[in-house]
């Protein structure tokens, strides 16, 4: 490394703040128009008759189009990427997902039509004049109702609605321990569906030529080149190199936009039929409905201890929802449940995991994926287990934890811990959070009519886990260097952090670096943007490229130069020989260009670890939970932002406690529909919600990659939910409740204080 770049900043706010951000939306081209999805408005019915000529009437409208035509065309599906085995072995049964469906709709949503309109509002008001004779059919929107043998069926296919039956672990072995253990703690809990919610909607820009029969979409998606692979080879059935897929600004997306959805099949299948550009962004309520959702898990398990209190068990049986379709990575949140041991030492497990598929939309991967999930799990059943043995929690906890000696360290369901201080990121977020204070601050609040609770979270998720990433370094004659990476920011600070990384390795301004990504016309190809994955596995490509680079570079200047290439100093960017005539890279790239590729593959995951500290005050008049003080320690191994990586906890926090406080997309179970189909029902927390955060690191550099880092993306959301719901239980304790609902609404805690206090 040459020449350390100090800059902790983001290059790329001041562009923000300027509003010269380019989002979707804010692409035009001549001749667009818009496109408008007619949806299903029942969770399961069938088309018996559809008639667009109404549609066709309407002053501006360009053409309409429905899932027959869709067939007629021989539209393919999008599908998943990821296959398990349903219970008994039998392969994963993947639904069509066309990009409109029909003659059935199976969710509140499901697009079964679309209008193209030279205005947005044109497009609107023909899509409400089709018109849609249905023939409503039995529907299942609960996850805990849709394995009953008289539940519905979605799909003929699936006779008991089963996708998928996950196991892992030694179940013989976990349930003799279980039976020889002094102690067996029991837990049931549900992490209800969430919605992302991104600033940014979904949307695309879908163009076709008909001289060359090529195609060009516009779309904010975490992948750009996994998003062309699916559209052509699986909807279109052209090769990919006729897709163009440009990805700009991404206004968030939190995995939800790492799917490929059949919208953007649609439209880019409605710009060939009609000849024109069009243009697809979703409304607020549209999102609601028909984006991928988050979480809907239930989980339940058995915990055995011996007589002293160390932990010798654990079984797990769970449900997650999938939905009416598989999407792309909608059953990869189950493989992350493997860390449900948390960083404990529990020396058999077994876990039984069953994917549902109900009349609701699809779920996908949500900050975290599977990991808050199992960190709520194990987290809450520690705080169970100490107040059954008589513990204090903070003890127990110690006396279970993974020593920093043992590490690596393979769990019961196969993962291995690389490195990390599970027990000093616990003593030092107490510390953090003033622990001595801690009875003090209590009886303040009941001096003032509140509960007071502690919560605390140990924290150990998988990162880095996934496939390879590619970056190209260019240094042309326009002393500029272009910088290629697959990695698309949607909000992690890509430019700033790639930019800096590479600066240090040539040794030169970073403002002198143009960094590229999300067009796989013109970038290297590369994966993608998701599982806390792009710090390390994009860093180390471009940290490769350059170490490639800067040894062609010394070739050509020794050559220059006339001098031997061990003799050459290279620093601040260029090599001096050792009469101290120097050449730049500059120079070295003024006829030809300096280029140097690379593709890293991780050895093995890493797991960035932490801990997490919350004090909450409970209004028992109003059930109205406040988070008064919030402490956490990380651990993300080499940090390589500080800013940027204490931003991401930020704002992953706020998603974790967001659903353990507000968060709950609702389905009514009786017809189906989505009773949060807007911001007036769907709560999320505000800035206001939150106290300042005292953040602490405990860095242990990953031995499995050069830079040392493990990811830092998800850790404050998979922290976030089991520490807020934690301290609100121990708030509660005093009442006798143990059972907290998620989200813990002011009206759900009120109505518990209240049964407490007419059961006392």
Request: aromatic share 6%; charged share 20%; with cysteine.
């Amino acid at each position: 490394m040459t020449n350390p770049v100090e800059f902790q900043g983001r290059y790329e706010d001041a562009g923000f703040l300027r509003g010269e951000g380019c989002y979707t939306a804010d692409i035009a081209v001549e001749g667009m128009a818009t496109v408008v999805f007619v949806r299903s408005p029942f969770a399961h019915a069938e088309i018996t008759r559809i008639d667009v000529s109404a549609a066709l009437a309407c002053p501006g409208v360009l053409g309409v189009l429905t899932g027959a035509d869709a067939a007629a065309d021989g539209l393919g599906t999008i599908s998943s990427l990821l296959r398990r085995r349903r219970s008994g072995g039998a392969e994963m049964f993947v639904p069509p997902h066309l990009p409109l469906s029909g003659p059935r709709a199976r969710f509140v949503g499901d697009a079964v039509a679309l209008v193209v309109a030279e205005t947005p509002e044109a497009a609107q008001d023909a899509a409400e004049t089709v018109e849609i004779e249905w023939e409503e059919l039995p529907q299942v929107a609960d996850l805990a109702e849709a394995l009953a043998p008289e539940a519905p069926r979605i799909w003929p296919e699936l006779p008991d609605n089963e996708c998928f039956c996950w196991q892992e672990g030694d179940a013989d072995a976990t349930e003799a321990a279980l039976a020889e253990a002094a102690h067996l703690v029991k837990l049931k809990l549900r992490v209800p569906r969430a919605s992302a919610n991104p600033i940014e909607p979904r949307a695309c820009l879908a163009l076709h030529d008909p001289e060359s029969g090529n195609y060009t979409i516009y779309a904010p998606v975490q992948s750009p080149w996994q998003t062309r692979k699916l559209l052509t080879n699986h909807a279109l059935h052209i090769e990919e190199a006729r897709l163009r897929v440009i990805c700009k600004d991404v206004g968030g997306s939190f995995g939800m936009k790492g799917q490929t959805y059949p919208e953007y099949a649609a439209c880019l299948w409605a710009a060939r039929r009609l000849g024109r550009p069009v243009r697809w962004v979703a409304e607020r309520n549209e999102s609601l409905l028909s984006d991928d959702h988050g979480r809907d898990v239930i989980l339940s398990g058995t915990l055995g201890l011996d007589g002293e209190g160390r932990m010798l068990a654990l079984k797990v049986e769970g449900l997650m929802a999938i939905g009416a379709y598989v999407s792309v990575r909608g059953t990869l949140p189950v493989q992350n449940i493997a860390g449900i041991t948390g960083v404990y030492r529990i020396p058999q497990t077994h876990a039984t995991i069953r994917g549902v598929h109900t009349n609701t939309s699809s779920i996908s991967p949500y900050r975290g994926a599977g990991r808050p999930e199992a960190a709520l799990f194990i987290e809450r059943l520690v705080e169970v287990a100490a107040a059954q043995l008589g513990l204090d929690s903070v003890e127990l906890r110690l006396r279970n934890m993974i020593r920093s000696d043992e590490l690596p360290w393979t769990t019961p369901l196969g993962f291995t811990y690389d490195s990390g201080d599970y027990a000093g990121n616990l003593k030092q977020a107490l510390q953090l959070s003033d622990a001595e204070g801690w009875s003090a601050r209590k009886a303040d609040s009941e001096a003032r009519g509140l509960l007071r609770g502690r919560g605390i979270a140990n924290v150990v998720a998988r990162s880095m886990a996934t496939m390879n990433e590619s970056a190209r370094i260019i240094i042309g004659s326009d002393e500029r260097v272009r910088l290629e990476c697959g990695a698309v920011s949607h909000g992690q600070g890509h430019a700033t952090v790639f930019r800096t990384l590479l600066a240090e390795r040539l040794g030169i301004d970073p403002e002198r670096i143009d960094y590229l990504t999300g067009d796989t016309g013109t970038v290297i190809a590369g994966v993608g943007t998701f599982g806390s994955r792009t710090a390390g596995l994009a860093g180390m490509a471009i940290t490769g490229a350059a170490a490639k680079l800067v040894p062609e570079a010394r070739r050509r200047a020794a050559a220059r130069l006339d001098a031997a290439e061990d003799t050459l100093a290279f620093e601040n960017g260029g090599f001096t020989a050792p009469g101290g005539v120097r050449l730049s890279l500059w120079e070295l790239a003024a006829e030809t260009p300096l280029e140097a590729a690379e593709t890293y593959a991780p050895e093995a995951a890493t797991f960035p670890c932490g801990c997490h500290v919350v004090e909450v005050e409970v209004d028992p008049e109003t059930g109205t939970v406040q988070i008064d003080r919030y402490a956490v320690v990380e651990d993300v191994g080499t940090p390589l932002n500080h800013m940027i990586v204490e931003g991401q906890l930020h704002g992953g926090i706020a998603q974790g406690a967001g659903q353990a406080l507000l968060e709950e997309l609702v389905y009514e179970s009786s017809s189906g529909q989505v009773l949060t189909g807007s911001f007036m029902d769907y709560a999320m927390p505000r800035a206001d919600d939150f106290p300042g955060f005292a953040v602490g690191e405990n860095p242990h550099p990953s031995p499995s990659n050069p830079l040392g880092v493990k990811g830092g993306g998800e850790g404050g959301t998979v922290g976030g939910l089991p520490v807020v719901v934690n301290a609100i239980a121990d708030a509660l304790s005093c009442c006798g409740i143990t059972d907290i609902p998620i989200p813990a609404t002011p009206q759900r805690i009120w109505r518990l204080l209240r049964t407490a206090q007419q059961a006392a």
